[in-house]
T-cell receptor
């Protein structure tokens, strides 16, 4: 989606390794979100942040960490504690109760 | 946790046939949003319904929000191959603070 950039598009993780997924937005949105998508399971919320320097756990936060040091950036770290990290990760942002805008996603696989 | 249920999970139709996907929540939704995700892509916002009993149309797509604000439907008339994708509903159920996505309906249109 225009305005939200996720990188990389594909990422491979070795056992015991932490990896960080990037999400940047230039829409001046206050809120940002990370979702995990597995086949047939829709989108599940990992973490969200409604303001800089603050973030909240979503439904499946275990094994993940985030930071929100800048309004435009919300990186997600998939830690080695996440035992089943293979999935499609989507970042989104919005303002207030407006619809969410999504990035193109990152596909993470285990080597 | 609180869920937004969506059926069917998969639907195959012949081009020109109609298609409907249904979304249900056990608790009242403040509003309902619908998104479309093309194969290999990311969810794109289609529409938001807010009022009880609301009906909105976008060309061949008709969206309804139930009187009790607990269910919603998306109906596509005379499907085309461009309609292929997964359709998600999303709402904020009950005391939840964030958007909850349904599991999606994957539509295949056979030419």
């Amino acid at each position: 989606d225009g305005g939200i950039t996720q990188s990389p598009k594909y990422l491979f993780r070795k056992e015991g390794q932490n990896v960080t997924l990037s999400c940047e937005q230039n829409l001046n949105h206050d809120a940002m979100y990370w979702y995990r998508q597995d086949p047939g399971q829709g989108l599940r919320l990992i973490y969200y942040s409604q303001i800089v320097n603050d973030f909240q756990k979503g439904d499946i936060a275990e094994g993940y960490s985030v930071s929100r040091e800048k309004k435009e950036s919300f990186p997600l770290t998939v830690t080695s504690a996440q035992k089943n990290p293979t999935a499609f990760y989507l970042c989104a942002s919005n303002r207030g109760n407006q619809p969410q805008h999504f990035g193109d996603g990152t596909r993470l696989s285990i080597l | 946790g609180q869920q937004v249920m969506q059926i069917p999970q998969y639907q195959h139709v012949q081009e020109g046939e109609d298609f409907t996907t249904y979304c249900n929540s056990s608790t009242t939704l403040s509003n309902i949003q619908w998104y479309k995700q093309r194969p290999g892509g990311h969810p794109v916002f289609l529409i938001q319904l807010v009022k009880s009993g609301e009906v909105k149309k976008q060309k061949r797509l008709t969206f309804q929000f139930g009187e009790a604000k607990k269910n919603s439907s998306l109906h596509i008339t005379a499907t085309q191959t461009t309609d292929v994708g997964t359709y998600f509903c999303a709402g904020v159920p009950g005391s939840a603070r964030q958007l909850t996505f349904g599991s999606g309906t994957q539509l295949t249109v056979l030419p």
